[in-house]
């Protein structure tokens, strides 16, 4: 679809939003107490998160490629994938749509805040928690090495994954085919353009598989700490939190435990700038 950038960077931002409304707005149902989802378990948000990347994904993919995430921009970015120019006014509608999507999750969810004694599960509710963490100072340590690892090994698949499903669809290999015959005289765009109707089932089901690839990850590398795979998705939420008042959150609304907040804002970009290229390098050579 051909919209201006400024389009594409509001997309940017509702795409975001939708992210956190279902994503955290499924762990908000799942852990805040006195809700008709309270203790539901660990599969329904994994699916909140899925269908929560999956649903943007099919509305706005080809708006502005649904990048939702700052890690995945720059990795984009950094192998020229992605214009830098644009690199930035993409984060910040990122960053902002993270915070107005969990402002919506505070807003439905704001007596069970109130009503929730745990305060993990408030934090929990905005970012990303370590299981490891006990609240001593002895437990960071290894709540910090723990997240390291689960955080880059989580967004790599996750950045490597979502850049085969979408790049290495079914049917793929007729647009090569069509520009090598025509000796590169047409984009790709234009062979694109012009075969879409065939192709545009197989780039749906990519979509699909992006949502589902985020679901089986928060399944099986959710245990550690959630994960967040998502700079904005951690630290726009976690802005909010560490600003709104318990007369808001409730009484045991916790610190916003500042000490790992870089854990999950550092290291999905790392992994995505190595994901990234290193499906470049081995695909789109």
Known sequence: MDVTWTVKYLTEFIATALLIILGNGAVANVDLKGTKG????????????GLGVMMPALMFGNVSGNHINPAFTIGLAVSGLFPWGHVLPYIIAQLLGAMFGQLVVVGVYQPYFKKTENPNHILGSFSTISALDDGTKESQKASLFNGVVNEFVGSFVLFFGALALTKNYFGVEIISKIINQSGGTVSTKEVFDSVSHVLSGSLSVAHVGV???????????GGPTGPALN??????PRILHHFLPKSVLGDAKPDSKWWYAWVPVIIPILAGIIAVMAFKYLYMK
């Open 211 to 221: 949502g589902f690839l985020v679901l089986v990850l928060v399944i099986s590398l």
């Open 38 to 49: 309270n203790n539901s378990g660990w599969l329904v948000i994994a699916f909140g998160y």
């Open 231 to 236: 700079p904005a998705r951690d630290l726009g």
